[in-house]
C-alpha cells in the first residue's frame, strides 16, 4: 500500500519502464529532482491525466516516444499539476516557497509524484477560489478548448469530435456562452453529459458516422481517426477542418492530401497548433473561478489507484477529467 515519504531527497512516484499497459505501472520510491537554473520544485497536491499521458504510457502514435525510442525517457507521466512551491532554482525571482501555483509540464511531465520540476515560465498562480483537484483540470485542456472555440464565430456550425472529455467538456460551455451551435460526437455514456454541458445536439459515433452528417462549418476532431475525405465530405464550402492529435500517418496526410484536397474543393484541412503556456489556460481558469465555467470531474483517485485510472482513462470511460490527488 501507498505510504507517504517523509526522509529528506526520496519520493514516491508512479513510474514505468517500458511502453505499454498500465501492467508498466509501479510505485516506487526514488530521488527527490532538484530545480535548476530558471526551475521550480513544486510539491505536488494534484494531478489530472491528459490522452497525452496515455499515449506516453503506450509509447503510441510515434510522437509519443519523443524522449525515447525503445524505452521511456522520463519515467514519471502527468503533465497538469498543482501544488505548492517549495524550492527555486538559480535565477528564479517570480515564485517563492509557498506559491500555490498550476501548471502544463508538458516537456517534462513528473506530475505523478510527491515532487516535480517545473520551469518557472510554465506555471501561473492558481486563484484562491480554485481548489487545487480543480486547478489541474485546466492548464493542458483549457488551452485546447479555448483555442478550438476561437476559431468558430457566433452562429458558426461546429462539430467537436471527443466532446465528452476533457478538454470537450470546456469547450462545450465555451461554445454555448459565445452564441455557436455545436454538434457534440462521442460515445453514448456521454451523451447525457454533452447535452447538460450546452451542445446542440449530440452523436454517438458508435451509431453515427459524423461525417455523414452536416455540411459544418468548423470540424475540431480530438481523436482524429478519420480519413481526409471523410472530413472533406462533412464541410460547407469554405469550411474548415482541424485535427488535434491522430497518428503519425494521420498527421502526415491531412497535412499533404488534406490541403491539397481542401485547396481544389474551397475548403481548408490541417492540424492544430495548440499554443502553451499560462497565458492560453489562465483566462478559462478565471472563469472557472468566477463559477462562469465548471470544471467536469468524473473521479479523484490516490497516487495508489492512478493505473486504474489510467484503465479508464484508455477505455473512453472518463466523463471529464481523471484527476490524481497526490499530497495530503
Not at 481548489?131 to 485546447?144: D, K
Request: glycine content about 12%.
Amino acid at each position: 500500500p501507498f505510504r507517504r515519504i517523509r526522509h529528506t531527497g526520496v519520493m514516491c512516484a508512479l513510474v514505468y519502464d517500458r511502453y505499454g499497459g498500465v501492467e508498466r505501472l509501479s510505485l516506487t520510491e526514488m530521488p527527490r529532482p532538484e530545480p535548476g537554473p530558471g526551475d521550480v520544485l513544486v510539491e505536488v497536491v494534484a494531478t489530472s491525466l491528459n490522452l497525452s499521458d496515455w499515449e506516453g504510457l503506450r509509447g503510441s502514435p510515434a510522437y509519443a516516444r519523443t524522449g525515447g525510442l525503445f524505452r521511456p525517457g522520463r519515467p514519471v507521466l502527468g503533465s497538469d499539476i498543482a501544488g505548492r512551491v517549495v524550492a527555486v532554482g538559480p535565477g528564479v525571482e517570480r515564485w517563492s516557497p509557498g506559491d500555490e501555483v498550476f501548471g502544463d509540464n508538458l516537456m517534462r511531465k513528473g506530475g505523478l509524484a510527491e515532487y516535480a520540476v517545473v520551469h518557472e515560465s510554465a506555471l501561473a498562480r492558481k486563484p484562491a477560489a480554485l481548489s487545487f483537484e480543480v486547478a489541474s483540470t485546466i492548464p493542458q485542456s483549457g488551452a485546447i478548448a479555448e483555442q478550438a472555440v476561437a476559431l468558430a464565430a457566433p452562429g458558426t456550425r461546429m462539430l467537436l469530435n471527443g466532446a465528452g472529455g476533457g478538454s470537450g467538456s470546456f469547450a462545450l460551455q465555451l461554445a454555448a456562452a459565445a452564441g455557436i451551435p455545436l454538434t457534440a460526437v462521442d460515445n453514448a455514456g456521454k451523451l447525457d453529459l454533452m447535452r447538460s454541458l450546452g451542445a446542440e445536439r449530440v452523436l454517438d459515433y458508435r451509431v453515427d458516422d459524423f461525417t455523414r452528417h452536416g455540411p459544418y462549418d468548423l470540424i475540431v476532431d480530438l481523436v482524429a481517426r478519420r480519413s481526409v475525405f471523410a472530413y472533406r465530405r462533412a464541410l460547407a464550402p469554405g469550411g474548415r477542418c482541424l485535427i488535434v492529435g491522430g497518428t503519425v500517418r494521420t498527421l502526415l496526410r491531412m497535412l499533404t492530401v488534406g490541403a491539397l484536397a481542401g485547396a481544389l474543393t474551397g475548403r481548408r484541412l490541417g492540424v492544430m497548433a495548440v499554443r502553451q503556456g499560462p497565458e492560453h489556460f489562465l483566462p478559462l481558469a478565471e472563469r472557472v473561478a468566477r463559477g462562469e465555467v465548471r470544471a467536469v470531474i468524473d473521479r479523484v483517485c490516490p497516487l495508489a489507484q492512478a493505473p486504474q485510472a489510467f484503465a479508464a482513462l484508455g477505455a473512453g470511460q472518463a466523463q471529464g477529467k481523471i484527476v490524481i490527488r497526490v499530497a495530503d
